[in-house]
């Protein structure tokens, strides 16, 4: 049988580049759509790089099982999940541990910002598919499923902009790939409400050091400006062709 | 400082709009220490006699358009001595995704009193109703002549009824005469019948 003798390959190569020829502080090309799907409330797709993310949104609307929904709020309901030719191998189309998890992170960071106090006894339902895996999927979907409950028309108090920063070969990368992510010594995602400067997901793994983490900080945030410009200009430029409304 | 240019402006979610002494939060809108900022996307309106800024969004969602609703379609679910559940499909121009659910109170159904909401509308009427509030469940009436069931079915044969005076329906297959709140509201279409 044929054993691969797989070993950590190097990850800031001579010139200062990364293995996909990008600079320590590049992010990976970006793409942005929304209002693509017909039948949902709102829906947008966000590509970065390899990865893809559709969205779709759906409410407010009422809560089945009645019992719960909340008298004072609506209740928010995040499905993240990877379709199984998101992957290399097959992906069981199950919702995994891994997936069940990153649906409750993104619920929370898209608590922090949609206005649920204004529907109350209704529920809003996004559902994330990944149609494309290749490292950072959950800042992608928390970012695409933010474009799509702004564009439901649903009041939210900012856009939500994530990017992830970590540490390869002891330098400080912005956006890691799957090298990086597989072989790195830390991987932090952040997302952040850039016009209110809050942040509603951080997560570590691996290991910085006080000054590292807050470098970190400083280069995940030049990122996430350069998102969120993205994230608007993407609305803008769809509702701009909107006359008036009733 | 809200100058003539910013009125109509397009804005996103977490667009600073003014200070809370300026204009008060509006429509769309939200306040966070003593700031407005805009809610949605969409178009800011300054209210310049009742100093209030609003946004008004270019897409509406489901619970401002029932808010908004003048007429409802639904369809009785069910019945009980004094209610009646309905599904609510549409309400005005708009379809639901999925339908929300309404009640409708046998006083809420003429300004006369009724013994039992089977003498105004029985399972699978169709009717068009106007919402109460836009709590959901939707309370709902049929007060008024445009409001009331468009079309029902016999509880009998579950064949079409037709009108024959303002409150008697008869089924066009068995004969069965039954009572019905009707509605004055038909579906015409311009050269339709």
């Known amino acids: ?246 | 400082m809200v100058t003539q240019l910013d009125q109509g402006n397009i804005v996103l979610p977490g667009t600073y709009l003014s200070t809370i002494e300026e204009f008060m939060p509006g429509d769309g809108t939200y306040d966070k220490q003593g700031l407005v900022y805009a809610g949605v996307v969409g178009r800011t309106f300054y209210d310049m006699i009742n100093r209030k800024v609003n946004v008004i969004g270019f897409k509406k969602n489901y619970m401002q358009t029932l808010k908004k609703a003048k007429s409802l379609i639904g369809v009785i679910t069910s019945v009980d001595e004094d209610m009646a559940q309905v599904y609510i499909i549409a309400a005005d121009e708009t379809r639901f995704l999925r339908p929300f659910s309404g009640v409708l109170h046998s006083s809420q159904v003429s300004q006369k009193r009724l013994e039992q909401i089977t003498l105004a509308v029985r399972i699978g009427d169709i009717i068009r109703a106007r919402p109460l509030s836009a709590a959901v469940p939707l309370p709902l009436t049929i007060k008024g002549k445009e409001f009331g069931v468009l079309v029902a079915h016999c509880s009998q044969c579950g064949g079409i009824m037709k009108k024959i005076d303002d409150e008697h329906v008869k089924c066009s297959r068995c004969g069965q005469v039954e009572n019905r709140k009707l509605s004055n509201f038909t579906m015409v279409k311009k050269h339709g019948s």
């Open chain 1, 1 to 246: 049988m044929l054993t691969l003798q797989v070993q950590k390959p190097k990850l800031i190569l001579e010139d200062g580049r990364r293995t996909d020829g990008r600079r320590p502080d590049e992010m990976r090309p970006i793409k942005m759509e929304v209002g693509i799907l017909k039948n949902a409330n709102g829906s947008a797709i966000v590509e970065m790089g390899k990865t893809k993310v559709l969205t779709a949104v759906y409410g407010p609307r009422e809560m089945h099982p009645r019992h719960l929904a909340l008298p004072d709020r609506a209740v928010m309901r995040v499905r993240y999940h990877m379709t199984p030719f998101s992957t290399d191998d097959r992906k069981n189309p199950s919702l995994s541990r891994r997936e069940i998890e990153i649906s409750k992170v993104i619920r929370e960071a898209l608590e922090a910002a949609v206005l649920a106090e204004t529907f109350p006894r209704t529920t809003i339902d996004v559902f994330s598919e990944v149609l494309q895996a290749d490292a950072g999927t959950r800042l992608v979907a928390l970012m695409s499923a933010s474009l799509a409950v702004a564009d439901a028309g649903i009041p939210m108090r900012d856009l939500i902009a994530g990017v992830a920063v970590g540490k390869a070969d002891g330098t400080l990368v912005l956006d890691l790939n799957e090298e990086e992510d597989m072989w790195g010594e830390a991987d932090m995602p952040i997302a952040m409400m850039p016009s209110l400067s809050q942040v509603t997901l951080l997560q570590l793994n691996g290991n910085f050091t006080p000054e590292e983490f807050r470098a970190a900080i400083q280069l995940a945030s030049k990122g996430i400006e350069e998102l969120y410009k993205l994230q608007k200009e993407t609305l803008t430029s769809k509702y701009s062709a909107y006359k008036e409304v009733n």
